[in-house]
């Protein structure tokens, strides 16, 4: 299981960079910036094939802070139907504090 808080995370592309830098060793973590989506997103796949594990589960807690930039929500939870991570099964939980006023 991988845990992130997205409280100071304003994008998919820096919530894509956590998630890299949470499945590699403390001396090879890659840098915040610099980085092309497309190759973060190759870097996480290249990470969950080569998993010890049969199932790897993301939570990102306040992932409503991440705002519109929603890409990542769509890559991680479709990584495998997509054949993008063919050794290890995906899953997401996404937990958002936001709440809804329901109209009286």
């Known amino acids: ?12 592309y820096q919530v894509s960079v956590r998630l890299v ?3 590699r060793d403390s001396g ?3 840098s915040k910036r610099g980085h092309a989506p497309g190759d973060i997103y190759e870097m996480l796949w ?7 594990a049969t199932h790897c589960l ?6 409503d802070s991440v ?3 929603d890409d990542v929500l769509y890559e991680l939870p479709r990584c495998n139907d997509n054949n993008n991570v ?5 899953g ?5 504090a936001y709440s809804m006023k329901v109209p009286e």
């Open 1 to 12: 299981m991988v845990k992130i808080v997205c409280k100071s995370l304003t994008s998919s």
């Open 21 to 23: 830098n949470a499945l």
């Open 28 to 30: 090879n973590k890659i």
């Open 92 to 96: 997401v939980i996404g937990i958002s």
């Open 67 to 69: 705002g519109d930039d």
């Open 86 to 90: 063919t050794e290890t099964k995906v």
């Open 58 to 63: 993301f939570v990102l807690d306040e992932i």
């Open 46 to 52: 290249e990470h969950l094939n080569t998993l010890d």
